[in-house]
């Protein structure tokens, strides 16, 4: 573990203040409701409610709008590391610029304070942008399981929490199959 750490300080250090700047945008700021924000706490299994379930399942089982911003910020952070990783694996030549540059966009307060809010945009985009990086680790280890498998069902999710931008992916998603096929 130290050898490991020790050889990826900059990184480490990088990540470590990128989650700071997350938590300090949204510190102490208040929490924003709108008028639909009630329809996400409409947990409904079937399909035929106004939402599908990944949003409203996230709201039922985080009890407090406090908690479900901590959820918000924590899934964010996640989603942009994996976006920043993905671009530093897949090409060499941004290899620090690249991640750094994508993390200071994933703490811009436009992008951070979603997730103050009571809605789905905040998880969506948080999806949308592990998403995004999952397929870049799929493209540069084709063979790895476990990066197929996260591409998958964040690309599922992503579709069910932004079904409007399905015919994207109906397009992406076979593209970026077949280049990690040429491999």
């Known amino acids: 573990m130290r050898g490991w750490l020790a050889k990826r300080r900059g990184e480490v250090a990088g990540v470590l203040v990128f989650v700071a700047i997350r938590v300090i945008t949204v510190w102490g700021r208040p929490i924003e409701r709108f008028g639909d924000s009630e329809g996400y706490f409409e947990l409904d299994w079937s399909g035929d409610g106004t ?3 990944p949003v409203p399942l996230l ?3 985080i009890s407090s ?15 942009w590391i994996v976006l920043a990783a993905g671009i ?3 090409v060499p030549l941004l290899r620090w610029t690249g991640p750094a540059l994508t993390l200071l966009l994933g703490s811009t307060p436009q992008v951070a304070r979603w997730d103050l809010t009571i809605l789905s945009e905040s998880i969506g985009l948080s999806i949308a942008v592990a998403c995004v990086g999952c397929w870049l680790h799929v493209t540069a280890a084709p063979r790895s399981i476990g990066w197929w498998c996260g591409a998958t069902i964040t690309t599922i999710l992503f579709g069910m ?7 994207i992916q109906a397009l992406l ?11």
């Not at 998603?173 to 491999?183: E, G, K, L, Q």
Request: proline share 7%; hydrophobic share 50%.
């Open 59 to 61: 709201y039922t089982v």
């Open 161 to 167: 929490t932004r079904p409007t931008q399905v015919p």
């Open 88 to 90: 530093r694996r897949l």
């Open 51 to 53: 939402r599908f379930w």
């Open 173 to 183: 998603v076979p593209m970026i199959a077949w280049s990690t096929s040429t491999r």
């Open 65 to 79: 709008d406090a908690a479900r911003v901590v959820a918000h910020v924590a899934l964010s952070c996640v989603a």
